[in-house]
Protein backbone atom coordinates (compact mmCIF):
# COMPACT_ATOMS: atom_id res chain seq x y z
CA UNK A 1 0.00 0.00 0.00
CA UNK A 2 3.19 2.60 0.31
CA UNK A 3 3.47 5.66 2.90
CA UNK A 4 2.95 3.42 6.16
CA UNK A 5 4.85 4.80 8.95
CA UNK A 6 6.01 3.05 12.04
CA UNK A 7 6.96 5.07 15.49
CA UNK A 8 7.36 4.16 19.24
CA UNK A 9 4.20 5.33 21.04
CA UNK A 10 4.35 7.42 24.63
CA UNK A 11 4.39 4.45 26.54
CA UNK A 12 6.43 2.29 24.58
CA UNK A 13 4.21 0.52 22.11
CA UNK A 14 4.48 0.57 18.24
CA UNK A 15 2.34 3.10 17.00
CA UNK A 16 1.58 3.87 12.98
CA UNK A 17 0.55 6.45 10.38
CA UNK A 18 -0.28 6.31 7.27
CA UNK A 19 -0.24 9.29 4.74
CA UNK A 20 -0.55 11.74 7.38
CA UNK A 21 -3.90 9.97 9.56
CA UNK A 22 -2.65 8.37 12.69
CA UNK A 23 -4.03 4.62 13.13
CA UNK A 24 -3.32 4.72 16.29
CA UNK A 25 -2.93 6.22 18.97
CA UNK A 26 0.52 7.93 19.65
CA UNK A 27 0.12 7.96 23.53
CA UNK A 28 -1.10 4.32 24.17
CA UNK A 29 -2.90 2.32 22.00
CA UNK A 30 -3.35 -0.49 23.79
CA UNK A 31 -5.58 1.66 26.21
CA UNK A 32 -7.24 3.20 23.33
CA UNK A 33 -8.63 -0.50 21.72
CA UNK A 34 -9.78 -1.22 25.22
CA UNK A 35 -11.85 1.72 25.57
CA UNK A 36 -13.10 1.25 21.69
CA UNK A 37 -13.89 -2.16 22.49
CA UNK A 38 -15.88 -1.63 26.31
CA UNK A 39 -17.52 1.17 23.99
CA UNK A 40 -19.33 -1.33 21.59
CA UNK A 41 -19.95 -4.46 23.62
CA UNK A 42 -22.91 -4.25 26.13
CA UNK A 43 -22.76 -8.01 26.83
CA UNK A 44 -20.83 -11.49 25.06
CA UNK A 45 -20.51 -11.24 21.60
CA UNK A 46 -20.89 -14.27 19.72
CA UNK A 47 -18.50 -14.49 16.20
CA UNK A 48 -17.09 -11.11 14.91
CA UNK A 49 -15.33 -9.97 12.23
CA UNK A 50 -12.69 -7.24 12.58
CA UNK A 51 -11.68 -5.07 9.62
CA UNK A 52 -8.50 -3.28 9.33
CA UNK A 53 -7.01 -3.20 12.58
CA UNK A 54 -3.94 -2.47 11.59
CA UNK A 55 -1.22 -3.13 14.39
CA UNK A 56 -3.89 -5.95 15.79
CA UNK A 57 -4.27 -4.26 19.47
CA UNK A 58 -7.62 -5.08 19.46
CA UNK A 59 -7.31 -8.26 17.81
CA UNK A 60 -4.86 -9.18 21.36
CA UNK A 61 -7.87 -7.06 23.48
CA UNK A 62 -10.52 -9.47 21.93
CA UNK A 63 -8.65 -12.48 22.27
CA UNK A 64 -7.91 -11.89 25.66
CA UNK A 65 -11.08 -11.05 26.94
CA UNK A 66 -12.90 -13.46 24.76
CA UNK A 67 -10.63 -16.48 24.45
CA UNK A 68 -13.04 -18.75 22.95
CA UNK A 69 -15.51 -16.59 20.62
CA UNK A 70 -14.34 -16.82 16.59
CA UNK A 71 -12.26 -14.05 15.82
CA UNK A 72 -11.55 -12.97 11.74
CA UNK A 73 -9.74 -10.61 11.44
CA UNK A 74 -9.60 -8.74 7.55
CA UNK A 75 -6.64 -6.66 6.55
CA UNK A 76 -5.49 -4.84 3.04
CA UNK A 77 -1.83 -5.79 3.54
CA UNK A 78 0.63 -7.54 5.61
CA UNK A 79 3.07 -5.33 6.60
CA UNK A 80 0.86 -4.67 9.71
CA UNK A 81 0.63 -8.68 10.78
CA UNK A 82 4.33 -8.96 9.85
CA UNK A 83 5.10 -6.16 12.38
CA UNK A 84 3.06 -6.70 15.29
CA UNK A 85 3.67 -11.23 14.43
CA UNK A 86 -0.20 -11.56 14.79
CA UNK A 87 0.29 -15.02 12.97
CA UNK A 88 1.80 -16.31 16.00
CA UNK A 89 -1.94 -15.73 17.75
CA UNK A 90 -3.55 -18.07 15.03
CA UNK A 91 -5.35 -21.10 15.99
CA UNK A 92 -9.03 -22.81 15.36
CA UNK A 93 -10.56 -19.43 16.64
CA UNK A 94 -8.34 -16.80 15.37
CA UNK A 95 -8.23 -16.03 11.30
CA UNK A 96 -6.29 -13.72 9.24
CA UNK A 97 -7.29 -12.82 5.83
CA UNK A 98 -4.91 -10.67 3.25
CA UNK A 99 -5.94 -9.98 -0.56
CA UNK A 100 -3.30 -12.28 -0.68
CA UNK A 101 -5.15 -15.49 0.13
CA UNK A 102 -7.78 -15.12 -2.40
CA UNK A 103 -11.25 -13.76 -2.27
CA UNK A 104 -13.17 -12.42 0.83
CA UNK A 105 -15.80 -14.02 -0.06
CA UNK A 106 -14.16 -17.92 0.06
CA UNK A 107 -12.45 -16.88 3.05
CA UNK A 108 -15.39 -16.24 4.79
CA UNK A 109 -17.66 -19.00 3.38
CA UNK A 110 -14.88 -20.62 4.98
CA UNK A 111 -15.21 -19.95 8.81
CA UNK A 112 -18.81 -18.36 8.87
CA UNK A 113 -21.49 -20.73 9.30
CA UNK A 114 -25.44 -20.18 9.71
CA UNK A 115 -24.71 -20.94 13.52
CA UNK A 116 -22.10 -17.36 13.57
CA UNK A 117 -24.63 -15.50 12.91
CA UNK A 118 -26.16 -15.39 16.17
CA UNK A 119 -24.46 -12.82 18.25
CA UNK A 120 -22.21 -11.77 15.06
CA UNK A 121 -20.23 -8.63 15.29
CA UNK A 122 -18.78 -6.91 12.65
CA UNK A 123 -16.26 -4.08 13.93
CA UNK A 124 -14.27 -1.40 11.31
CA UNK A 125 -11.08 0.65 13.01
CA UNK A 126 -12.41 4.12 12.17
CA UNK A 127 -8.55 5.18 11.62
CA UNK A 128 -7.78 2.63 8.62
CA UNK A 129 -11.39 3.15 7.07
CA UNK A 130 -10.30 6.75 6.71
CA UNK A 131 -6.89 6.29 5.84
CA UNK A 132 -7.92 3.60 3.30
CA UNK A 133 -10.43 3.84 0.93
CA UNK A 134 -10.66 0.42 0.25
CA UNK A 135 -11.45 -0.63 3.30
CA UNK A 136 -15.43 0.24 2.23
CA UNK A 137 -15.23 -2.32 -0.39
CA UNK A 138 -14.28 -4.89 2.07
CA UNK A 139 -17.01 -3.34 4.50
CA UNK A 140 -19.35 -3.66 1.28
CA UNK A 141 -18.21 -7.66 1.16
CA UNK A 142 -18.63 -8.35 4.39
CA UNK A 143 -22.37 -6.64 4.38
CA UNK A 144 -23.60 -8.73 0.97
CA UNK A 145 -21.75 -11.71 2.54
CA UNK A 146 -23.94 -12.03 6.20
CA UNK A 147 -27.07 -11.07 4.14
CA UNK A 148 -26.23 -13.59 2.01
CA UNK A 149 -25.95 -16.36 5.36
CA UNK A 150 -29.14 -14.72 6.43
CA UNK A 151 -30.68 -15.57 3.61
CA UNK A 152 -29.23 -19.52 3.79
CA UNK A 153 -30.41 -19.43 7.47
CA UNK A 154 -34.02 -18.46 6.44
CA UNK A 155 -34.92 -20.97 4.53
CA UNK A 156 -32.82 -24.03 6.37
CA UNK A 157 -35.20 -22.29 9.06
CA UNK A 158 -38.52 -22.16 6.76
CA UNK A 159 -37.77 -25.09 4.28
CA UNK A 160 -35.57 -27.52 7.06
CA UNK A 161 -37.97 -30.02 8.04
CA UNK A 162 -39.64 -30.11 4.00
CA UNK A 163 -36.44 -30.57 2.20
CA UNK A 164 -35.40 -33.65 4.23
CA UNK A 165 -39.40 -35.15 3.77
CA UNK A 166 -38.36 -33.86 -0.23
CA UNK A 167 -35.28 -35.83 0.11
CA UNK A 168 -37.03 -39.27 1.40
CA UNK A 169 -39.62 -39.22 -0.86
CA UNK A 170 -37.23 -38.07 -4.45
CA UNK A 171 -34.80 -40.55 -3.05
CA UNK A 172 -37.65 -43.09 -3.60
CA UNK A 173 -39.06 -42.19 -6.40
CA UNK A 174 -35.51 -42.38 -8.13
CA UNK A 175 -36.53 -44.55 -10.55
CA UNK A 176 -35.95 -42.99 -14.08
CA UNK A 177 -32.47 -42.07 -14.28
CA UNK A 178 -30.48 -39.92 -17.16
CA UNK A 179 -26.98 -38.92 -17.83
CA UNK A 180 -25.88 -35.44 -18.06
CA UNK A 181 -24.55 -34.96 -21.86
CA UNK A 182 -21.93 -33.27 -23.62
CA UNK A 183 -22.35 -30.32 -25.60
CA UNK A 184 -21.11 -27.73 -27.79
CA UNK A 185 -22.76 -24.64 -26.50
CA UNK A 186 -25.34 -24.40 -23.78
CA UNK A 187 -28.27 -21.56 -23.60
CA UNK A 188 -29.61 -20.88 -19.71
CA UNK A 189 -33.31 -19.55 -19.84
CA UNK A 190 -33.72 -17.42 -16.70
CA UNK A 191 -36.81 -15.74 -16.51
CA UNK A 192 -36.00 -11.46 -16.35
CA UNK A 193 -37.08 -9.45 -18.78
CA UNK A 194 -34.69 -9.57 -21.17
CA UNK A 195 -35.86 -13.17 -21.89
CA UNK A 196 -39.23 -11.56 -24.07
CA UNK A 197 -36.11 -10.70 -26.40
CA UNK A 198 -34.25 -13.10 -26.64
CA UNK A 199 -37.10 -15.36 -27.55
CA UNK A 200 -37.19 -14.76 -31.18
CA UNK A 201 -33.52 -15.87 -31.29
CA UNK A 202 -33.72 -18.74 -29.86
CA UNK A 203 -36.66 -19.81 -32.03
CA UNK A 204 -34.42 -19.23 -35.06
CA UNK A 205 -31.34 -20.92 -33.49
CA UNK A 206 -32.49 -23.83 -31.25
CA UNK A 207 -30.59 -25.75 -32.90
CA UNK A 208 -27.08 -24.30 -32.12
CA UNK A 209 -27.30 -24.71 -28.29
CA UNK A 210 -28.72 -27.15 -25.89
CA UNK A 211 -31.14 -25.57 -24.01
CA UNK A 212 -30.83 -25.47 -20.06
CA UNK A 213 -34.30 -23.73 -18.59
CA UNK A 214 -34.74 -22.55 -14.89
CA UNK A 215 -38.30 -23.31 -13.51
CA UNK A 216 -39.68 -19.71 -13.60
CA UNK A 217 -38.71 -19.77 -17.48
CA UNK A 218 -40.97 -23.03 -18.17
CA UNK A 219 -44.42 -20.57 -19.06
CA UNK A 220 -42.76 -18.18 -21.81
CA UNK A 221 -40.92 -21.46 -23.54
CA UNK A 222 -43.81 -23.73 -23.64
CA UNK A 223 -45.77 -20.52 -24.90
CA UNK A 224 -43.28 -19.72 -27.52
CA UNK A 225 -43.34 -23.95 -28.75
CA UNK A 226 -39.48 -24.14 -27.14
CA UNK A 227 -38.43 -27.16 -25.24
CA UNK A 228 -35.37 -27.37 -22.92
CA UNK A 229 -33.46 -29.78 -22.99
CA UNK A 230 -32.96 -29.80 -19.36
CA UNK A 231 -34.61 -27.98 -16.58
CA UNK A 232 -32.81 -27.01 -13.66
CA UNK A 233 -34.73 -26.96 -10.07
CA UNK A 234 -33.21 -26.38 -6.20
CA UNK A 235 -36.38 -25.08 -4.94
CA UNK A 236 -38.01 -27.07 -2.19
CA UNK A 237 -41.02 -25.65 -2.20
CA UNK A 238 -44.72 -25.50 -3.69
CA UNK A 239 -43.90 -22.87 -6.21
CA UNK A 240 -41.70 -25.17 -7.85
CA UNK A 241 -43.79 -27.37 -8.73
CA UNK A 242 -46.23 -25.11 -10.11
CA UNK A 243 -43.48 -24.27 -12.94
CA UNK A 244 -43.17 -27.90 -13.84
CA UNK A 245 -46.67 -27.87 -15.32
CA UNK A 246 -45.32 -26.04 -18.47
CA UNK A 247 -42.80 -28.96 -18.86
CA UNK A 248 -43.29 -32.12 -20.57
CA UNK A 249 -43.69 -35.43 -18.75
CA UNK A 250 -40.84 -36.99 -20.63
CA UNK A 251 -38.16 -33.57 -20.48
CA UNK A 252 -35.08 -34.57 -17.75
CA UNK A 253 -34.99 -32.33 -14.82
CA UNK A 254 -31.64 -31.63 -13.11
CA UNK A 255 -32.14 -31.75 -9.00
CA UNK A 256 -30.77 -32.23 -5.81
CA UNK A 257 -33.04 -34.59 -3.72
CA UNK A 258 -34.03 -31.84 -1.17
CA UNK A 259 -35.79 -29.67 -4.31
CA UNK A 260 -39.73 -30.28 -4.67
CA UNK A 261 -41.23 -33.44 -4.68
CA UNK A 262 -41.20 -34.82 -8.16
CA UNK A 263 -42.01 -38.50 -9.34
CA UNK A 264 -43.53 -37.42 -13.41
CA UNK A 265 -40.15 -36.87 -15.33
CA UNK A 266 -36.55 -38.01 -15.73
CA UNK A 267 -33.94 -36.97 -13.38
CA UNK A 268 -30.34 -36.35 -12.86
CA UNK A 269 -29.97 -36.06 -9.16
CA UNK A 270 -26.29 -34.28 -8.04
CA UNK A 271 -26.19 -33.43 -4.34
CA UNK A 272 -25.57 -30.34 -2.16
CA UNK A 273 -22.86 -32.54 0.30
CA UNK A 274 -25.66 -32.10 3.17
CA UNK A 275 -25.45 -35.30 5.44
CA UNK A 276 -28.60 -36.72 4.18
CA UNK A 277 -27.48 -36.54 0.85
CA UNK A 278 -24.56 -38.09 1.67
CA UNK A 279 -25.90 -41.14 3.71
CA UNK A 280 -28.47 -41.45 0.94
CA UNK A 281 -25.95 -40.99 -2.02
CA UNK A 282 -22.91 -43.06 -0.55
CA UNK A 283 -20.74 -44.49 -3.28
CA UNK A 284 -22.81 -43.53 -6.02
CA UNK A 285 -20.64 -41.22 -7.99
CA UNK A 286 -23.10 -38.36 -7.41
CA UNK A 287 -21.78 -34.85 -8.75
CA UNK A 288 -21.43 -32.27 -6.11
CA UNK A 289 -21.76 -28.96 -6.16
CA UNK A 290 -21.83 -25.95 -3.93
CA UNK A 291 -25.00 -24.71 -1.85
CA UNK A 292 -25.06 -20.96 -2.77
CA UNK A 293 -28.75 -20.70 -2.69
CA UNK A 294 -29.79 -19.80 -6.29
CA UNK A 295 -30.73 -22.01 -8.64
CA UNK A 296 -29.07 -19.78 -11.79
CA UNK A 297 -25.61 -20.61 -9.99
CA UNK A 298 -26.87 -24.16 -9.78
CA UNK A 299 -27.55 -24.13 -13.20
CA UNK A 300 -24.23 -22.12 -14.27
CA UNK A 301 -22.16 -24.71 -12.58
CA UNK A 302 -24.13 -27.53 -14.14
CA UNK A 303 -23.44 -25.79 -17.47
CA UNK A 304 -19.37 -25.35 -16.79
CA UNK A 305 -19.45 -29.40 -16.05
CA UNK A 306 -20.90 -29.94 -19.66
CA UNK A 307 -19.98 -27.35 -22.10
CA UNK A 308 -16.79 -27.76 -24.49
CA UNK A 309 -17.14 -24.27 -25.71
CA UNK A 310 -19.66 -21.15 -24.77
CA UNK A 311 -22.11 -21.07 -21.86
CA UNK A 312 -24.43 -18.36 -22.71
CA UNK A 313 -27.17 -16.94 -20.53
CA UNK A 314 -30.29 -15.12 -21.62
CA UNK A 315 -32.76 -13.53 -19.10
CA UNK A 316 -29.97 -13.14 -16.31
CA UNK A 317 -31.04 -10.19 -15.40
CA UNK A 318 -30.95 -8.93 -11.63
CA UNK A 319 -33.27 -6.55 -11.89
CA UNK A 320 -36.58 -5.23 -13.22
CA UNK A 321 -37.82 -3.97 -16.45
CA UNK A 322 -40.24 -1.19 -14.92
CA UNK A 323 -42.68 -3.01 -12.89
CA UNK A 324 -41.97 -6.07 -14.33
CA UNK A 325 -39.32 -8.75 -12.59
CA UNK A 326 -40.24 -11.68 -14.97
CA UNK A 327 -40.33 -12.03 -18.74
CA UNK A 328 -44.04 -12.93 -19.80
CA UNK A 329 -46.35 -14.75 -19.52
CA UNK A 330 -45.48 -16.31 -16.06
CA UNK A 331 -46.75 -18.96 -13.86
CA UNK A 332 -47.10 -16.81 -11.09
CA UNK A 333 -48.80 -14.04 -12.99
CA UNK A 334 -52.25 -15.60 -11.68
CA UNK A 335 -51.47 -15.24 -7.92
CA UNK A 336 -50.48 -11.99 -9.00
CA UNK A 337 -53.68 -11.46 -9.91
CA UNK A 338 -55.15 -13.08 -7.58
CA UNK A 339 -53.26 -11.08 -4.59
CA UNK A 340 -54.11 -7.75 -5.96
CA UNK A 341 -57.20 -6.38 -4.20
CA UNK A 342 -59.91 -3.73 -5.30
CA UNK A 343 -58.33 -1.20 -3.28
CA UNK A 344 -54.53 -2.20 -4.80
CA UNK A 345 -54.52 -2.47 -8.45
CA UNK A 346 -52.48 -4.93 -10.03
CA UNK A 347 -49.85 -2.44 -11.02
CA UNK A 348 -49.34 -1.11 -7.38
CA UNK A 349 -48.65 -5.29 -6.27
CA UNK A 350 -45.88 -5.27 -9.37
CA UNK A 351 -44.41 -2.56 -8.02
CA UNK A 352 -44.54 -3.46 -4.27
CA UNK A 353 -43.21 -6.70 -5.88
CA UNK A 354 -40.17 -5.20 -7.56
CA UNK A 355 -38.72 -3.01 -4.23
CA UNK A 356 -39.35 -6.07 -2.14
CA UNK A 357 -36.80 -8.31 -4.42
CA UNK A 358 -34.01 -5.55 -4.94
CA UNK A 359 -32.26 -6.76 -1.80
CA UNK A 360 -32.48 -10.21 -2.84
CA UNK A 361 -31.46 -9.17 -5.88
CA UNK A 362 -28.47 -7.04 -5.54
CA UNK A 363 -27.25 -10.26 -2.52
CA UNK A 364 -27.43 -12.63 -6.02
CA UNK A 365 -25.72 -10.34 -8.42
CA UNK A 366 -22.78 -9.31 -5.75
CA UNK A 367 -22.60 -13.12 -5.40
CA UNK A 368 -21.88 -13.65 -8.96
CA UNK A 369 -19.42 -10.94 -9.14
CA UNK A 370 -17.18 -12.51 -7.12
CA UNK A 371 -17.08 -16.23 -8.07
CA UNK A 372 -14.35 -17.02 -9.88
CA UNK A 373 -16.18 -17.93 -13.21
CA UNK A 374 -13.82 -19.39 -16.28
CA UNK A 375 -13.94 -17.38 -19.45
CA UNK A 376 -16.53 -19.13 -21.63
CA UNK A 377 -19.50 -17.56 -20.40
CA UNK A 378 -21.37 -15.09 -22.19
CA UNK A 379 -24.59 -12.89 -21.53
CA UNK A 380 -27.44 -12.30 -23.81
CA UNK A 381 -29.16 -8.52 -24.37
CA UNK A 382 -27.36 -8.04 -20.91
CA UNK A 383 -29.22 -5.89 -18.10
CA UNK A 384 -27.24 -2.86 -16.38
CA UNK A 385 -26.46 -4.79 -13.52
CA UNK A 386 -22.53 -5.77 -14.08
CA UNK A 387 -21.67 -9.23 -13.83
CA UNK A 388 -18.09 -10.49 -14.74
CA UNK A 389 -19.02 -12.35 -18.27
CA UNK A 390 -18.62 -11.11 -21.95
CA UNK A 391 -21.78 -10.16 -23.98
CA UNK A 392 -22.01 -12.36 -27.23
CA UNK A 393 -24.05 -10.47 -30.11
CA UNK A 394 -27.32 -11.17 -32.18
CA UNK A 395 -24.76 -12.66 -35.38
CA UNK A 396 -22.34 -14.25 -32.95
CA UNK A 397 -24.85 -16.18 -31.36
CA UNK A 398 -26.32 -17.06 -35.11
CA UNK A 399 -22.96 -17.57 -36.43
CA UNK A 400 -22.77 -20.68 -34.11
CA UNK A 401 -22.56 -24.33 -35.80
CA UNK A 402 -25.52 -25.88 -35.71
CA UNK A 403 -25.79 -29.46 -33.78
CA UNK A 404 -25.90 -27.92 -30.61
CA UNK A 405 -29.44 -29.32 -29.29
CA UNK A 406 -28.72 -32.67 -27.99
CA UNK A 407 -30.71 -34.96 -26.98
CA UNK A 408 -28.79 -37.26 -24.77
CA UNK A 409 -29.78 -35.75 -21.96
CA UNK A 410 -32.55 -37.79 -22.66
CA UNK A 411 -31.30 -41.16 -22.18
CA UNK A 412 -31.50 -43.17 -19.49
CA UNK A 413 -28.70 -44.16 -17.45
CA UNK A 414 -28.66 -47.75 -15.80
CA UNK A 415 -30.17 -47.15 -11.78
CA UNK A 416 -27.29 -46.66 -9.63
CA UNK A 417 -29.23 -48.64 -6.99
CA UNK A 418 -32.74 -50.45 -7.07
CA UNK A 419 -36.21 -49.20 -5.26
CA UNK A 420 -35.27 -51.93 -2.07
CA UNK A 421 -31.95 -50.55 -1.61
CA UNK A 422 -32.99 -46.93 -1.47
CA UNK A 423 -35.83 -48.17 1.25
CA UNK A 424 -32.90 -49.86 2.79
CA UNK A 425 -30.76 -46.57 2.91
CA UNK A 426 -33.55 -44.50 4.37
CA UNK A 427 -34.61 -46.64 7.55
CA UNK A 428 -30.41 -46.71 8.23
CA UNK A 429 -30.43 -42.80 8.07
CA UNK A 430 -33.21 -42.26 10.25
CA UNK A 431 -32.02 -44.99 12.72
CA UNK A 432 -28.57 -43.08 12.68
CA UNK A 433 -30.48 -39.59 13.17
CA UNK A 434 -32.03 -41.05 16.41
CA UNK A 435 -28.44 -42.57 17.76
CA UNK A 436 -27.09 -39.05 16.64
CA UNK A 437 -30.02 -37.14 18.83
CA UNK A 438 -29.55 -39.21 21.78
CA UNK A 439 -25.61 -38.42 21.68
CA UNK A 440 -25.90 -34.82 21.42
CA UNK A 441 -28.87 -33.81 23.42
CA UNK A 442 -26.67 -32.96 25.92
CA UNK A 443 -25.19 -30.30 24.39
CA UNK A 444 -26.76 -29.73 20.38
CA UNK A 445 -24.14 -29.34 18.14
CA UNK A 446 -24.40 -27.24 14.80
CA UNK A 447 -25.29 -29.71 12.20
CA UNK A 448 -27.45 -30.97 9.45
CA UNK A 449 -29.75 -32.60 12.43
CA UNK A 450 -30.28 -30.06 14.08
CA UNK A 451 -30.76 -27.09 11.37
CA UNK A 452 -32.62 -28.95 9.44
CA UNK A 453 -35.24 -30.19 11.85
CA UNK A 454 -35.25 -27.01 14.17
CA UNK A 455 -32.82 -24.35 12.84
CA UNK A 456 -34.92 -21.69 14.52
CA UNK A 457 -34.88 -23.94 18.20
CA UNK A 458 -31.02 -23.87 17.60
CA UNK A 459 -30.55 -20.52 17.06
CA UNK A 460 -32.46 -19.88 20.25
CA UNK A 461 -30.19 -22.50 21.87
CA UNK A 462 -26.85 -20.91 20.69
CA UNK A 463 -28.04 -17.55 22.25
CA UNK A 464 -29.44 -18.91 25.08
CA UNK A 465 -25.97 -20.25 26.09
CA UNK A 466 -24.46 -16.74 25.18
CA UNK A 467 -25.72 -14.81 27.08
CA UNK A 468 -26.17 -17.96 29.98
CA UNK A 469 -29.82 -17.27 30.55
CA UNK A 470 -32.75 -20.13 30.37
CA UNK A 471 -30.19 -23.11 28.51
CA UNK A 472 -32.30 -25.87 29.76
CA UNK A 473 -35.45 -24.45 28.75
CA UNK A 474 -34.47 -23.46 25.16
CA UNK A 475 -32.71 -26.96 24.96
CA UNK A 476 -35.66 -28.85 26.05
CA UNK A 477 -37.93 -27.45 23.37
CA UNK A 478 -35.27 -27.94 21.04
CA UNK A 479 -34.81 -31.54 21.60
CA UNK A 480 -38.80 -32.06 22.05
CA UNK A 481 -39.30 -30.86 18.68
CA UNK A 482 -36.41 -32.52 17.12
CA UNK A 483 -37.43 -35.88 18.46
CA UNK A 484 -41.18 -35.76 17.41
CA UNK A 485 -40.13 -35.24 13.85
CA UNK A 486 -37.42 -37.85 14.50
CA UNK A 487 -40.71 -39.91 15.28
CA UNK A 488 -42.68 -39.01 12.24
CA UNK A 489 -39.93 -39.98 10.17
CA UNK A 490 -39.43 -43.19 11.74
CA UNK A 491 -42.85 -44.16 11.79
CA UNK A 492 -43.21 -43.27 8.33
CA UNK A 493 -40.13 -45.42 6.86
CA UNK A 494 -39.70 -48.07 9.15
CA UNK A 495 -42.58 -50.14 8.03
Not at 4 to 10: A, D, I, K, M, P
Not at 12 to 33: F, N, Q, R, T, V
Amino acid sequence: MGQEEFFVSHVGALSAKKAGISLHSAYDPLKEAQRFLSSRFTDSPGTIILIGSALGYLDKQILGQYPHHKLLSLHLTSIFIDKADLHQYESDYYHLWTPEQGLLAQFLAKHITEMDLEGLQVLAWPSSVQAYPEYEQVIHEVTAFVKQTQGSFFSISHFGWRWLNNALYNFTHWDNQITLPRAKNTLIAASGPSLNQAVPLLQDNRDKFYLIALPSSLHILQYHDIQPDLTVMTDGGYYAARHLEFLPADSPVAMPLIAGQDADHPHFVFSFGSYFEERLLANTNILCLPWNGTVAANALMLAINMTEEKIILAGQDFCAQGVHLHAFPHSFASIYEQNSQRLQSLLDYYEKSVWSSSGSLSIYAHWFQNFPWPENIYRLFPSDIPLPFKEIRQKELSSLPGGGCARQGRTKAKAVLNKEERLMRIRTLIEELLQQFHQECDDPQQGDLWLYLDALGLYQYYKAKRLKQDIAQTKAALCQKVYQRLEILAQQWQH
